[in-house]
């Protein structure tokens, strides 16, 4: 069982069209980070978010962490291929382990 | 900086040998090395957890018999797959934490695709 949820599973979508993804979890984070990972690569971080209600942007994408701390949200704003991958939310639950999401897999094509 | 390599990058074994992949954290000195695994559009799944020079922690359901962690230095972390079977197929994916940076910030590496035959 993974503390955390992330929803859809899957999402392809049209280049230019937005996309969201959402990471939900019963349990209170300290953290929460969003990781982007390629075929046969590792994840790579692209945004920690700390604060309750705290949003951040990078780019296009803009990540909020929800007032509680038990859920975020990626939102992509016109969606290029090159943002393809599978998308990964990871929380520090209690100790110093990640617990990832089951991972979104994004497809934008062209 | 916070580069972590792993080799290698592939590797292809028969049935009942022995694999070993290195974790490496090449500029930095890694207080704990972490060991996932990864099988095909799914997330990672933490194997264990090794802190240098004590025995590694594995998590419920790891055989600690079959996956034998050495974290020898504060830069090195070797994952072995001992006598190998076609089900151990998978992506492996190790992630170091910087010493003094917090443990929630996980360097990880470019993984190894281990296929069993």
């Known amino acids: 069982t993974q503390l955390l949820e992330q929803s859809p599973q899957f999402l392809s979508i049209q280049e230019g069209e937005n996309l969201t993804v959402y990471c939900n979890s019963s349990s209170v984070f300290s953290s929460l980070q969003w990781y982007r990972q390629e075929p046969g690569e590792g994840p790579v971080l692209l945004v920690t978010v700390v604060t309750g209600g705290e949003v951040k942007k990078l780019k296009r994408l803009t990540f909020q962490f929800g007032d509680a701390r038990k859920d975020s949200s990626l939102h992509i704003t016109a969606a290029q291929p090159g943002d393809t991958g599978l998308y990964l939310c990871a929380g520090v639950p209690n100790d110093y382990k990640l617990s990832f999401g089951a991972g979104t897999t994004v497809t934008v094509r062209a | 900086g916070a580069v972590v390599s792993q080799h290698p990058s592939r590797v292809i074994c028969k049935s009942g040998t022995s694999v070993k992949i290195e974790c490496r954290s090449l500029?930095?000195?890694?207080?704990?090395m972490f060991w996932y695994r990864q099988f095909p559009k799914q997330s990672l799944m933490l194997m264990a957890t090794s802190n240098e020079g004590s025995k590694a922690t594995y998590e419920q359901g790891v055989e600690k018999d079959k996956f034998l962690i050495n974290h020898a230095s504060l830069t090195l972390s070797t994952l072995t797959v001992t006598s190998a079977h076609p089900e151990d197929s998978s992506f492996y994916i190790c992630?170091?934490?910087?010493?003094?940076?917090?443990?929630?910030?996980?360097?990880f590496g470019p993984g190894t695709r281990l296929t069993v035959l």
């Open positions: 992630s170091a934490t910087r010493h003094g940076a917090g443990t929630d910030t996980q360097y």
């Open positions: 500029d930095f000195q890694a207080t704990t």
